[in-house]
């Protein structure tokens, strides 16, 4: 029901609805069986029931020329195809709210290519029910959130429905907000068939939901670069597949997750990533350019951990769980992981590194959390490698070094070095717990 208004008569109430939809109404009194009328759909002057594409095409009209700071809701209840937009999905207009739901499917228009939302600055969309589906020739973005214009944020908010079935990005962010608390993002197959990207100025939240199945020579999960940001507090990112392959390079990889530089990505609570597959980094992959003549660079890729699991992740390389290692010649550190919380299990690596792979130009840096190694008991919990099933830690040196310890807000203090292991690491407050 909506919010209750003024009595209208004798032990009876008047209900107003406040956004459009299926509604029914319950009378009930004492020593009475409820009774429940027939489903009402409610529409309004701010409410478009689509079911097919000139529908669609008037409700974005609509909303394009409607002015500034609105709410509108789109309920899709067919199943229908558009062609792809290179522009403003909902016009330039500002401060509006479109909220899409309904059970329906909008699928890009065979043979076309872009994008069927694209979201720009200072508008908040919601997507609630709706599939959305593109095909496995488009290369473009299915879901485009925020612009270049610092200041100009756009928001994306997905409490349901799916986005599937495209050639490329699933969704990406650049100067936007994505919040994620539900739904999937799956089934995306080509070569950039990415889950999520997130790009400068973009902020990815995910409390909810799954990242699945998308597969192709450069496909992960989530890939942030450039000054993104991903806080993963909840939710699934599961079973991707990279099937980029460059014995010589190492600067692309993680099946779940890629960090690169200037990029930041924080993992904590419940949060999931599991059964992802890549050369290197199966679970989580960072890498960034190692500076000259400094200790540690400004273009530093930071993966903060003080939750949630990665598990049973595979890499054919090295770092079945996290891998770690930088880019070109420079000395500096370039990759930091902070585990203050969380497990690392059951990964496999078919070289080094099975829990977590630390290269050259890396730090790692343990508070609190397990990564279990080759004698742990339940065989399900294991990290497997050909050598070093826990932790591969490359020679310590002022910028790149393994090591348990504290941290009082940012300042950290070590109590120690991990040496590379086969063995369980699990540590509590920096000191090694048998």
């Not at 199945?213 to 496909?219: E, R, S, T």
């Amino acid at each position: 029901m909506g919010n209750e208004g003024e009595k209208v008569g004798t032990n009876s109430n008047k209900y107003t609805p406040t956004t459009a939809g299926s509604y029914t109404v319950t009378i009930s009194a004492t020593g009475y069986n409820n009774k429940t009328s027939n489903a009402v759909t409610v529409t309004g002057d701010n409410v478009f029931v689509v079911a097919n594409t000139e529908q669609w095409n008037t409700a974005t009209t609509a909303i394009k020329n409607g002015g500034n700071n609105k709410t509108y809701d789109i309920v899709v209840t067919g199943s229908f195809s558009i062609p792809g937009y290179s522009s403003n999905t909902f016009g330039n207009v500002t401060g509006v709210t479109v909220n899409i739901r309904g059970a329906g499917t909008i699928t890009l228009a065979s043979g076309s290519t872009g994008g069927l939302l694209y979201i720009r600055g200072n508008q908040t969309v919601s997507l609630k029910d709706t599939h959305l589906v593109g095909h496995s020739s488009n290369g473009e973005t299915l879901v485009e959130v925020g612009d270049y214009l610092v200041g100009t944020l756009a928001t994306f908010n997905m409490t349901g429905g799916t986005i599937s079935g495209n050639g490329g990005e699933g969704v990406s962010v650049n100067y936007g907000t994505f919040n994620m608390s539900g739904g999937t993002i799956s089934g995306n197959i080509g070569d950039f068939a990415i889950g999520v990207s997130v790009y400068e100025g973009g902020t990815f939240n995910m409390s909810g939901g799954t990242i699945s199945g998308n597969i192709g020579d450069f496909a992960i999960g989530v890939s942030v670069y450039e000054g993104g940001t991903f806080n993963m507090s909840g939710g699934t990112i599961s079973d991707n597949i990279n099937n980029y392959s460059d014995t010589t390079n190492n600067y692309w990889g993680g099946g779940g997750v890629y960090v690169g530089e200037f990029a930041t990505f924080n993992m904590s609570g419940t949060a999931v990533i599991r059964g992802n597959k890549a050369q290197r980094g199966g679970g989580v992959f960072l890498s960034a350019e190692a500076e000259v003549g400094v200790i540690i660079s400004e273009n530093v890729a930071t993966f903060n951990m003080s939750g949630g699991t990665i598990a049973g992740n595979e890499a054919t390389q090295n770092g079945g769980g996290v891998y770690m290692q930088r880019v070109g010649n420079g000395g500096a550190t370039s990759q930091i992981f902070n585990m203050t919380g969380g497990t690392i299990s059951g990964n496999k690596a078919n070289q080094s590194g099975g829990g977590v792979y630390k290269g050259a130009s890396s730090i790692f840096r343990i508070e609190k959390g397990t990564i279990y190694g080759s004698n742990e008991p339940n065989e399900s919990l294991r990290n497997t490698a050909t050598s070093n099933s826990a932790l591969y830690s490359s020679s310590v040196t002022a910028s790149s070094t393994a090591e348990r310890g504290t941290f009082s807000g940012a300042t950290w203090t070590s109590k120690g070095t991990l040496a590379t292991t086969n063995d369980t690491i699990n540590v509590l407050n920096g000191d090694i717990v048998p």
